[in-house]
C-alpha cells in the first residue's frame, strides 16, 4: 500500500470495530490493528510498501505458500501459551528472523 493509503485504510479499519494496539511499535509506515468486536483474535498489521517494515510483507507471504510454515508457527503459538509477553514475542521475532533468513 502507498504512504498516501496507508492513513485512509487505518481509518476504514477503525471503522469496523478495530483499534491501534498499545504498547507496540508505531510509525507513519507500519500500523497493527486488532479486533474489540469479537472473541475471536483478528489484527491487521498495516505496513507501506517499500518501506523498511517489507520484512512483514516477506513473512507473511512465505507463511502464504508453505503450510509447513503456518503449521510451525501456529504451533510455536500453541507451545508459548503461558508465557509472558516478552517471551513469547522473543521466541516469535526467533522464528521470523530464521524464516526471513531462508532462501526460499
Known amino acids: 500500500?502507498?504512504?498516501q493509503q496507508f492513513s485512509r485504510t487505518i481509518e476504514q479499519l477503525k471503522t469496523l470495530g478495530f483499534k491501534e494496539k498499545l504498547n507496540t511499535l508505531r510509525?507513519?509506515?507500519l500500523c497493527m490493528l486488532e479486533s474489540q468486536a469479537s472473541d475471536e483474535?483478528?489484527?491487521?498489521?498495516?505496513?507501506?510498501?517499500?518501506s523498511k517494515f517489507t520484512n512483514f510483507l516477506i513473512f507473511r507471504d512465505r507463511l502464504r505458500n508453505s503450510?509447513?510454515?503456518v503449521h510451525q508457527y501456529n504451533e510455536l503459538k500453541q507451545n508459548c501459551?503461558?508465557?509472558?509477553p516478552d517471551e513469547?514475542?522473543?521466541i516469535k521475532a526467533e522464528f521470523i528472523d530464521q524464516v526471513l533468513s531462508?532462501?526460499?
Open 67 to 69: 503450510a509447513q510454515l
Open 27 to 29: 510509525t507513519d509506515e
Open 88 to 90: 513469547y514475542r522473543q
Open 41 to 50: 483474535d483478528v489484527a491487521f498489521q498495516i505496513v507501506v510498501t517499500g
Open 81 to 84: 501459551m503461558g508465557l509472558s
Open 102 to 104: 531462508t532462501n526460499l
Open 1 to 3: 500500500m502507498t504512504a
